[in-house]
């Protein structure tokens, strides 16, 4: 990765068993920016999941961190184990994923369930299988061990943490395993720290459903939106379209097929960040033409298909991982009643995310269970809570923050999943004086939203963001983005950018800079 200085680290498989097995975690890290006499340590960073790359984010992020925090930190990421380089775990092979994504997502007769039970056993068999010695070991307490060995190889005394999403799941049990060797953390977009897999369901889908309604009153509310002023009624049509006859799309990886549950999952992918807003409403008009491609493109990004049509490994460690956290192990009929009371309360979203709840029966049981969140003898922990976030609702940040003795609860006023590097100045600056000088913000501190009224400028305008916060000048940012727009169209720019194709933005980019660059920026 360029920019990044790599290393393996070699972890016990079996925390408990020190000079036992080991298994491979990847660690990449982006060096200080400051003097010797600035730098206080490591920040490690996980971004989210399970299953999610942080290795894929510290290349893809850390220019975007800001100088006041990398004068004085390394900034510090790694693939989980069984995740990405950190010796990937495999629980089915990319046909049987397209199959299973292909079925019905939300089944509502016999044989639809009987199919999704199937399937869910296929899955299990395929992880227990394939992956014989970390089956047993894929608890989030696993995962704390592997940090604390982690902080032990960077030479830290004390652990300076930031965990995004299922990240504070991790941070709030190392809290609970290593609370002495904690200097700071901050845990953003807080996962549930009690809630059973029907309630944990519940909220998430309510939480989408919130999402998805303020979508519906930016875009009614915005005329450059491409569904105002009736939102809702174009987001019904399309899906019906879909429901009566599925579009077909020709890609890459060859003839693909966007049904009505898809159509939902895209959408809920969207509902993350509110930079996809735009295009996804484009492409929710042109859901018959252009606009199917851009949809599956946004099912990809949450699900890891490549645009070659290979898989990466996150949603294999993503149901191993939760699956040996999850307790629970709810009875058929108590599914079933579950489900319906999920559905009844989030129409939208609640068929897809309601279907799987006993998707964790007879797993196989962890060697280390996960402890529930604790920070007795840590120091005082950050909570961040985004009041529109669709993934980790608010309400978990407030009960995740009371689970955690002492910490502080800091809301973020915006729409979206987390907040840091996205919330603006007011979040950053609390994190970054936390970090550094470890003062933490007042009790009840809440931040405006950033974004408020720019929804729909999309991620042609979050790019040029990004361009200007690594150091260009706007005018030239604006010249580069535009002009790889104008070389590929926009349609098929905002599909690049929502599959992060590095490679192909990458050649784009130093084809348009050049001319931009000899042009004057115009």
């Known amino acids: 990765m360029a920019g990044l200085d790599c290393a393996p680290l070699e972890v016990p498989i079996d925390p408990k068993v020190p000079k036992g097995p080991t298994t491979t975690i990847a660690l990449a890290k982006s060096s200080s920016t400051g003097s010797a006499d600035e730098r206080i340590g490591s920040l490690v960073i996980n971004p989210g999941g399970p299953g999610g790359s942080g290795i894929e984010f510290l ?39 397209d199959e299973q994504l292909q079925r019905d997502l939300s089944p509502t007769d016999d044989a639809e369930r009987a199919q999704l039970e199937k399937d869910q056993v296929t899955l299990r068999k395929g992880c227990e299988s394939r992956n014989p010695e970390l089956v047993h070991h894929m608890s989030t307490a696993d995962v704390a061990s592997d940090l604390d060995q ?29 609370p002495t060797t904690i200097r700071a953390m901050v845990l953003d977009g807080s996962v549930s720290p009690s809630a059973t897999a029907a309630e944990e369901t519940m909220a998430q889908a309510m939480g989408f459903e919130r ?7 930016a875009c009614n509310a915005d005329t450059t939106c491409a569904l105002a002023p009736d939102t809702a009624g174009a987001i019904d049509a399309a ?11 020709a890609t890459a990886s060859g003839e693909r097929t966007l049904t009505a549950d898809l159509f939902d999952y895209g959408l809920a992918t969207a ?28 099912v990809d990004r949450q699900t890891g298909r490549q645009t070659n049509g290979t898989y990466d490994n996150s949603s294999d460690a993503q149901v191993m991982v939760n699956c040996s956290d999850q307790q629970d192990r709810p009875t058929e009929a108590e599914a079933r009643a579950d489900e319906a009371k999920i559905v009844a309360a989030a129409p939208t979203f609640g068929p897809i995310l309601g279907s799987g709840l006993t998707g964790c029966n007879d797993w196989p049981k962890p060697s280390e269970p996960t402890p529930k969140p604790s920070a007795q003898g840590a ?78 400028s999309g991620v042609k305008g979050q790019l040029i963001k990004q361009l200007v916060d690594s150091g260009l000048d706007e005018k030239t940012a604006d010249c580069i983005v ?7 169209g926009e349609s098929e720019f905002d599909d690049m950018v929502l599959q992060n194709d590095a490679d192909q933005i990458t050649k784009l980019a130093q084809a348009t800079a050049l001319e931009c660059m000899t042009s004057g920026g115009g």
């Open 59 to 97: 290349s893809n992020a850390a220019s975007m961190f800001p100088k006041d925090l990398t004068d004085h930190f390394d900034l510090v990421s790694f693939d989980p184990r069984g995740v990405g380089d950190s010796d990937p775990v495999r629980c089915l092979n990319d046909e049987q994923k």
């Open 150 to 178: 982690i902080r032990q190889a960077l030479g830290d005394q004390k652990l300076n943490f930031l965990g995004y999403s299922y990240g504070t799941a991790i941070g709030a049990t190392y809290a609970a395993m290593f």
């Open 211 to 217: 999402t998805l309604k303020n979508f519906i009153t």
């Open 239 to 249: 899906r019906a379209s879909l429901q009566k006859e599925p579009v077909k799309v």
């Open 271 to 298: 509902l993350y960040d509110t930079s996809t807003w735009a295009p996804t409403a484009q492409a929710i008009k042109n859901i018959r033409t252009t606009g199917a491609k851009t949809i599956l493109s946004l």
């Open 379 to 456: 120091p005082p922990i950050m909570v961040i809570g985004t009041v529109g976030d669709p993934a980790t609702p608010y309400e978990w940040a407030q009960q995740m923050s009371t689970a955690l003795t002492g910490s502080v609860l800091l809301t973020y006023e915006g729409d979206g999943h987390t907040a840091f590097l996205r919330g603006g100045k007011c979040i950053e600056d609390a994190v970054v004086n936390y970090f550094v000088d470890l003062t933490l913000p007042a009790p009840g501190t809440r931040c405006p939203a950033e974004s408020t009224g720019d929804e729909f």
């Open 482 to 488: 535009n002009g790889m727009v104008k070389r590929v």
